[in-house]
Every structure is written in structure tokens, then in C-alpha cells.
């Protein structure tokens, strides 16, 4: 199974519109004070949780790297 290894706010294309949704589904990694932030030391075991936010996300600006790939994957 793929592991998480970051998860990141990517305006290249679009900008966080600070709805909260990820925050909403996944508080343990994701908060929205203004535009949206990944905790310090957040927990990326939560995988299914990400995923999901990053899905959920409307503009697409949730990036995931999986295995040090080194490579982007915005799910959205
Ligand atoms: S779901 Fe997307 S647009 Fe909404 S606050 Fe999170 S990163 Fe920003």
C-alpha cells in the first residue's frame, strides 16, 4: 500500500478558496486559518483521510506525494 510521505498546498493552477472543506474531513492534518496549511508534524498515516480531502477539495489544490516519488498527484 502506497504511504504518504506529503501532502501540500498547490496553487500552480488554482488558488485555495478557504472553504474549510479539508479541515472539516480531515482536522488531524489539515486547518484553514486563512489559506489552507498542513499541522506541523501532522500524522500521514491518515491516508484515507487525505485522499479524501484532497478529492473533496473543489479547486484541486491539495497535492499528494506517495513513496518519496517525488512526483505530484492532485486527486481532485
Ligand atoms: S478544501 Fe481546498 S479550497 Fe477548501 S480550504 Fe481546503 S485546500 Fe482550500
Redesign the pocket.
Known amino acids: 500500500m502506497a504511504t504518504v510521505t506529503r501532502v501540500w ?1 498547490d496553487e500552480s493552477e488554482n488558488e ?8 472539516a474531513t480531515c482536522p488531524e492534518v ?1 486547518e ?1 486559518p486563512e ?2 496549511v498542513v499541522k506541523a508534524g501532522a500524522d500521514l498515516s491518515l491516508d484515507d483521510q487525505i485522499l479524501e ?1 484532497a478529492e ?7 497535492a499528494i506525494e506517495y513513496d518519496n516519488s517525488g512526483k505530484r498527484d492532485n486527486p481532485a
Open positions: 498546498l485555495c478558496t478557504m472553504c474549510g472543506a479539508c479541515e489539515f484553514v489559506k489552507m480531502s473533496g477539495c473543489p479547486v484541486g489544490t491539495i
